[in-house]
């Protein structure tokens, strides 16, 4: 069992930057592939980037590459993610998620996703 406590949205204006973490529980958290994913009013969950296990190998939405960077401290049991440039179209509430398939980048989609936090809202101004 792992359980994910998001923290670190709020409101930024555009071009913006904020760090959103998830913290878990567990002593396995090094095992688990993590992902972050966002939802916004009305419209469906969307992955947004993943890390495997190690950490050494990361994924990324095409609308979020270059301007999100997703990272993980094993020994803090954390997975963050930095998100600069931020854009209006940005706001969402933001979910992580662990996948015990810890080494691969590739599973971008919530099936593959035990356990998800409570999300954190994003909201970005024009």
């Known amino acids: 069992q792992v359980q994910l406590v998001e923290s670190g949205g709020g409101l930024v204006q555009a071009g913006g930057s904020l760090r959103l973490s998830c913290a878990a529980s567990g002593r396995t958290f090094s095992t688990y592939a993590m992902g972050w994913f966002r939802q916004a009013p009305g419209k469906e969950r969307q992955f947004v980037a993943r890390?495997?296990?190690?950490?050494?190998?990361?994924n990324y939405a095409d609308s979020v590459r270059d301007r999100f960077t997703i990272s993980r401290d094993n020994a803090k049991n954390t997975v963050y993610l930095q998100m600069n440039s931020l854009k209006p179209e940005d706001t969402a509430v933001y979910y992580c998620a662990a996948d015990a398939v810890g080494r691969t980048t590739g599973r971008t989609t919530s099936p593959f996703y035990l356990y998800w936090g409570q999300g954190t809202q994003v909201t970005v101004s024009s």
């Open positions: 890390i495997t296990g190690s950490g050494l190998a990361t």
